[in-house]
C-alpha cells in the first residue's frame, strides 16, 4: 500500500459546521465522516480550494476501490472518487466522529487517537 502525504490535520468552522481537514499532498481536503464507509475502512476526501470552497475541477483526484463482498450484497468491486483507505485519513475521520459524540469537537489541530496512531503508524522503509 502506498502511502499518502498528509502534512498536518485540523477542524475548522466552514459555513457554520464544524468538519475536518487534511493537507494531503499539500492540498486540503474535506473529511467526510460516513459510517458506512468508514466501517469499509474508507474515508471520503473532497479537496477545497483557497476560498474553502469544494475544487470539483482539479486533479488528481483521490479514489479507491472497495473489494466485492457478495456475503453483503456487494458482488462486483465499487470504485469511489474523492475517497481513500489511507489509514491515517480513516483514523483521523474516526477520530472526529469520536470527538463530535464526545462534544469536545473544537477548532484546532486534529490528531489521530494514540491507539489508531501507533495502530496506522506507517512502517519502517528500507533504506
Known amino acids: 500500500m502506498e502511502y499518502l502525504n498528509v502534512t498536518e490535520a485540523e477542524i475548522r468552522i ?24 468508514l466501517n469499509l475502512g474508507v474515508a471520503v476526501a473532497i479537496p477545497i480550494d483557497e476560498a474553502g470552497k ?7 483526484r483521490l479514489q479507491v476501490i472497495i473489494p466485492p463482498d457478495p456475503a453483503n450484497g456487494r458482488p462486483s468491486p465499487l470504485e469511489l472518487r474523492d475517497a481513500t483507505d ?10 472526529f466522529v469520536q470527538l463530535v459524540v464526545t462534544g469536545e469537537a473544537r477548532p484546532g489541530p486534529l490528531r489521530p487517537s494514540d491507539s489508531a496512531a501507533s495502530h496506522y503508524a506507517a512502517p519502517a522503509r528500507e533504506p
Open 54 to 60: 469544494d475544487d470539483w475541477a482539479s486533479e488528481p
Open 86 to 95: 489511507d489509514p491515517m485519513i480513516v483514523a483521523l475521520a474516526r477520530r
Open 14 to 37: 466552514m459555513e457554520g459546521r464544524t468538519v475536518p481537514l487534511a493537507r494531503i499532498a499539500d492540498r486540503w481536503h474535506v473529511i467526510d465522516t460516513k459510517p458506512s464507509l
